[in-house]
């Protein structure tokens, strides 16, 4: 009996030793599926291969903005229209448009107003607010016998080298000062002081309801000072006339209401009309 007792608790405790040896063998592959994990988490970073998924989830969230290129489609067509600058008016017409810049002196306005009343002609003229707070009755002689005025700034600034601030404060002050004098705006045109813009000052100043007009041909009278003469002047218009050609000259020096009348006279001779802006394009 005593034998069998000794072999009874010898198995037990061999049952139990391999019982234990079990267990721990069991728990020793625990951590290798700690490990598992981490290697099965690749696959789950393969998952970013259904971003298409989220992109196609995401349509529906833009669908707000679905709404918003309802605004923009009509009126874009008028900012890209503002965006073009006029540098011709139109070529189809025997035509030439003459416009003054007045930002300073006034030596020529008086010459330049009795030469349109006398061919019965209107003419286009970009006034500074500057000018207009200075000159306030000449501002309104000129909108009273029926002239177009447009913005030339307030200050006579180059826009290209100022805040897009500065460039809103410069076309919006200009208009105030001068349709408080005229009652009317000087919208839509405006003409960036010494020719310089670009890009930017274009496109600030159409959120305005602004288009640039620059010129065809620059006389060049504002050069008085330089060694330029009535001769070179009229000659340079005369030689360079072509249908739809607008003119740059300025009311601040003496060239302009010298040579203006007889200009005209052989404008016309020529058979070409004299339009203001507005109606020549
Ligand atoms: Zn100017």
């Not at 099965?40 to 989220?54: G, I, N, R």
């Not at 009509?74 to 810049?101: C, N, R, S, W």
């Not at 809103?168 to 408080?180: P, W």
């Not at 005209?264 to 020529?270: A, D, G, L, Q």
Request: glycine share 6%; proline share 7%; hydrophobic share 35%.
């Amino acid at each position: 009996m005593k034998k069998f007792l000794i072999i009874l608790t010898l198995l037990f405790l061999l049952i139990i030793s391999f019982i234990l040896l079990l267990i721990t063998t069991q728990k020793a592959p625990l951590p290798e599926r700690k490990s598992s994990p981490v290697s099965e988490k690749p696959p789950v970073t393969t998952k970013p291969l259904t971003p298409s998924e989220t992109t196609l989830t995401t349509p529906p969230i833009t669908t707000p903005s679905d709404k918003e290129p309802e605004i923009p489609t009509l009126p874009l067509p008028k900012k890209e229209d503002l965006l073009l600058e006029i540098t011709i008016a139109d070529t189809g017409k025997k035509q030439v448009v003459f416009t003054f810049d007045a930002g300073a002196q006034s030596i020529s306005v008086d010459s330049i107003l009795k030469s349109l009343k006398k061919y019965k002609l209107k003419g286009t003229f970009f006034v500074t607010g500057n000018y207009a707070r200075k000159n306030p009755d000449l501002v309104r002689k000129i909108a009273q016998e029926g002239h177009e005025i447009f913005n030339h700034t307030d200050n006579h600034l180059n826009l290209t080298k100022i805040s897009e601030a500065s460039i809103v404060a410069e076309l919006e002050n200009a208009d105030k000062t001068i349709s408080n004098l005229t009652g009317k705006t000087t919208k839509p045109y405006f003409r960036p002081p010494y020719g310089a813009r670009d890009k930017r000052v274009r496109e600030i100043a159409a959120s305005l309801g602004y288009q640039c007009v620059y010129w065809t041909i620059d006389a060049l009278d504002w050069k008085e000072g330089q060694g330029i003469t009535d001769s070179y002047v009229k000659k340079r218009i005369l030689d360079n006339l072509r249908p739809g050609t607008i003119i740059l000259m300025h009311v601040g020096d003496g060239i302009t209401g010298r040579i203006l009348d007889e200009v005209m006279k052989e404008i016309e001779r020529k058979g070409y009309m004299i339009n203001p802006l507005s109606k020549s394009l």
